[in-house]
């Protein structure tokens, strides 16, 4: 995916020949199998412009960044996956129709296990733990319904 300003909200829409302009959030997310098996999940959101970001883009910003790191605090061997989700950074109501479909989840072969759920989703349907060596991403997204930012 690779999209700028309307096509950046909601998350992981198809790519268009829009010009990026001035003052856009430009989003680019690849998933992919490399050489060996080895996968790769890279997901970057940029401000493109010579002002400084909106106060709205700043926030969101802030409010991706806080779900994030407060999420990577809580990863360590042996955080049950239902612990997880209880304790994971609260998506605001605001957000939560758009939000990433999970907190984090494996890499393998593809996005897999263990996948965990934002809570506001309900519960996980199994309890395994987290253990030493595991590969995981942890995702987010903010984006407001019907915003453009």
């Known amino acids: 995916m690779l999209a700028s300003g ?6 992981l829409q198809e790519p268009t020949q829009r010009v990026i302009e001035e003052g856009d959030l430009v989003g680019f997310d690849t998933d992919m199998v490399g050489p060996f098996g080895y996968f790769c999940d890279v997901s970057r ?5 010579k ?11 802030r409010l991706a960044y806080d779900e994030l790191q407060t999420n990577m605090k809580l990863i360590r061997p042996g955080l049950s996956m239902k612990d997880l989700q209880a304790s994971a950074w609260p998506v605001p109501e605001e957000f939560q129709e758009q939000a990433y479909p999970c907190v984090i989840h494996g890499v393998g072969m593809c996005d897999e296990y263990p996948q965990v759920k934002p809570l506001f ?9 987290l253990k030493a060596g595991m590969v995981i991403c942890v995702e987010s997204y903010i984006g407001p319904v019907g915003e453009t930012v």
Request: hydrophobic fraction near 25%; charge should be positive.
């Open 6 to 11: 309307p096509g950046i909200n909601p998350w």
């Open 45 to 49: 959101t940029f401000y493109y412009g």
């Open 51 to 61: 002002d400084r970001p909106s106060a709205r883009q700043r926030q969101l910003y």
């Open 121 to 129: 989703r309900g519960p996980i349907a199994y309890d395994a733990t």
